[in-house]
């Protein structure tokens, strides 16, 4: 696949798509993190906390690559995972929307 060119307004677009999907996905992990912790009854158990969070965190960080050789493929993955939604970037050019939407489907 040939790189494609970033406009601008599709910069600030896809930047701004790409940081509420991450803040969506760090509360939802908050979530689940809160639940683990009140449930703790073993001081093990906090080691489980740990391992789940270095876990998260090496899926997260490989995840949210906002290079612009890979973002069509990300926002894709994010939009199949439900972190984005389509009109939050929906003023992207109509070639990396058709794009993002045939990765998503896969």
Do not use: N
């Not at 689940?32 to 960080?61: C, N, Q, Y």
């Amino acid at each position: 696949m040939q790189e494609m060119t970033w406009s601008k307004a599709e910069k600030a677009t896809a930047r701004l798509a790409f940081q509420r999907a991450y803040e969506r996905e760090c509360r939802a992990l908050a979530g689940e993190v809160g639940a683990m912790l009140s449930s703790l009854r073993e001081p093990r158990d906090i080691w489980r906390v740990h391992d789940f969070l270095t876990e998260r965190r090496k899926t997260t960080d490989e995840k949210y690559d906002y290079r612009y050789s890979v973002l069509v493929f990300v926002l894709a993955r994010l939009l199949r995972e439900g972190w984005l939604r389509e009109e939050e970037i929906a003023a992207l050019s109509e070639d990396k929307m058709e794009r993002i939407r045939s990765i998503a489907a896969l």
